[in-house]
């Protein structure tokens, strides 16, 4: 909690010690409550993103350093009921435009590609499947207009999508290109 000038408390209240936490919209709940569940997904996806973000400022990678960053800060926004529904529609349209822009470069899919590559784009799908999990509960949930705005469900798939095409423009900037997956024999 913050105090009136914004300050955080300690980082220790004990107020959790007992299995309840405190979320902003509804007081004490159960740590064990599926909108807590959610609240960890949504920390889950940014911590990977921030671990991406440690390999982005140097070459070839450093273009995606403010790109990934504004993805992790909307991502932080969308979970703290910090982005309007306009915001969110503007959001999308912009993963959209980056996403168009990076796949003009590469080369079209022909199969499915294995998550791997250079250690970047590893990075990259694994904050995209955590994206995709988190998309999964909130549907599972039914939480779309419940806990986040219907808004919301067209920025967070199309945040996993921007996550695979950085993926495949990382290893196309690297020189290893997408991996395919071999035929079973």
């Not at 408390?9 to 004990?14: D, I, S």
């Not at 569940?37 to 993103?49: C, K, N, T, W, Y």
């Not at 140097?58 to 915001?87: G, I, Q």
């Given at each position: 909690?913050?105090?009136?000038l ?11 010690d ?9 007081g ?6 599926e ?6 997904l ?11 973000l ?10 995606l ?10 991502l ?23 996403i ?13 590609i ?6 970047l ?27 986040v ?9 199309r ?15 690297d020189?290893?290109g997408?991996?395919q ?5």
């Amino acid at each position: 909690m913050c105090d009136t000038l914004g300050i955080m408390a300690k980082t220790y209240t004990r107020a959790g010690d007992t299995g309840t936490t405190g979320h902003p919209q509804q007081g004490r709940i159960g740590k064990g409550d599926e909108v807590i569940e959610i609240v960890g997904l949504f920390d889950e996806a940014q911590v990977s993103m921030g671990y991406t973000l440690s390999l982005c400022g140097v070459a070839p990678f450093d273009e995606l350093k403010n790109p990934l960053e504004r993805c992790m800060n909307s991502l932080f926004a969308c979970a703290t009921f910090a982005l309007s529904e306009d915001d969110l529609l503007l959001e999308t349209a912009w993963l959209e435009k980056e996403i168009d822009r990076m796949e003009a470069s590469l080369p079209p899919l022909r199969s499915f590609i294995k998550p791997s590559g250079c250690e970047l784009a590893c990075r990259i799908h694994l904050a995209r499947v955590q994206v995709r999990r988190l998309e999964r509960l909130l549907w599972e949930k039914n939480l779309y207009g419940l806990w986040v705005t219907a808004e919301a469900a067209p920025f967070i798939n199309r945040l996993s999508d921007y996550l695979f095409i950085a993926s495949r423009y990382v290893n196309q900037l690297d020189g290893c290109g997408d991996q395919q997956f071999l035929k079973a024999t």
